[in-house]
């Protein structure tokens, strides 16, 4: 099972909307909505922060969206702050009844 | 409060076996699934696999199949990862983390366990 593919970086300005793309197959993304989001400080856990394509947990910030469309999934954090900066992964279900990440994206606050 | 602590760091030669922990509470144990979770030194997450402690299901990444042994102790709440013959590639992060039945994905993590494994 392949890694989802994210782009390696993403960056914005505080204030700004940036948006992260996930692509699978039609082994993962393109038939189960079940693709999650998490957050990842260097040297923390990481926080889940979208589930099931597009529910936020309880007490995670409106400001973090989740969508799909085919086999990509694409994560949106709008009104960008300091906080965000980190790393940030996609994951989903696959037909072989396993999970799979994606590669990555490093989001900087300009 | 749902909390999963796990034990610390391990510092190990090659071809030597290891066995790490992740204890569970705030919850009940047997009706999660634990997953495992790796991260190499400047790389990204990759996942493992999980084990239902209910009855020891079991689902391993292919990556990691043969590799390594999950397994659990209902009376103590523990999941456990192991090892029998540790390499260098094996030098990681190791995350634990709790995944609802039904719903693949993980809603809480330990604060993982670094392994290094090294001549």
């Known amino acids: 099972q392949s890694a989802l593919t994210q782009p390696a970086s993403v960056s914005g300005s505080p204030g700004q909307s940036i948006t992260i793309s996930c692509t699978g197959s039609?082994?993962?993304?393109?038939?189960?909505?079940?693709v999650s989001w998490y957050q990842h400080h260097p040297g923390k856990a990481p926080k889940l922060i979208i589930s099931?394509?597009?529910n936020r947990p309880s007490g995670v910030s409106n400001r973090f969206s989740g969508s799909k469309s085919g086999s990509t999934a694409s994560l949106t954090i709008s009104g960008l702050q300091a906080e965000d900066e980190a790393d940030y992964y996609c994951?989903?279900?696959?037909?072989?009844?396993?999970?799979?990440f994606g590669t990555g994206t490093k989001v900087t606050v300009l | 409060e749902v909390q999963l602590v796990q034990s610390g760091a391990e510092v190990k030669k090659p071809g030597e076996s290891l066995k790490i922990s992740c204890k569970s509470s705030?919850?009940?144990?047997?009706?999660?699934?634990i997953g495992w979770v790796r991260q190499v030194p400047g790389k990204g997450l990759e996942w493992m696999g999980i084990?239902?402690?209910?009855?020891?299901?079991?689902r391993y990444s292919p990556s990691f199949q043969g590799q390594v042994t999950f397994s659990t102790e209902k009376s103590i709440n523990t999941a456990y990862l192991q090892w029998s013959s540790l390499k260098a590639s094996d030098t990681a992060i190791y995350y634990c983390?709790?995944?609802?039945?039904?719903?693949?994905?993980?809603?809480?993590w330990g604060q993982g366990t670094p392994v290094s494994v090294s001549s």
């Open positions: 039609r082994s993962d993304i393109g038939t189960y909505n079940y």
């Open positions: 705030g919850y009940s144990f047997s009706t999660y699934w």
């Open positions: 084990i239902y402690p209910g009855d020891s299901d079991t």
């Open positions: 994951s989903s279900f696959t037909s072989s009844s396993t999970g799979v």
């Open positions: 983390a709790r995944q609802l039945n039904g719903v693949p994905n993980f809603d809480y």
């Open positions: 099931e394509v597009s």
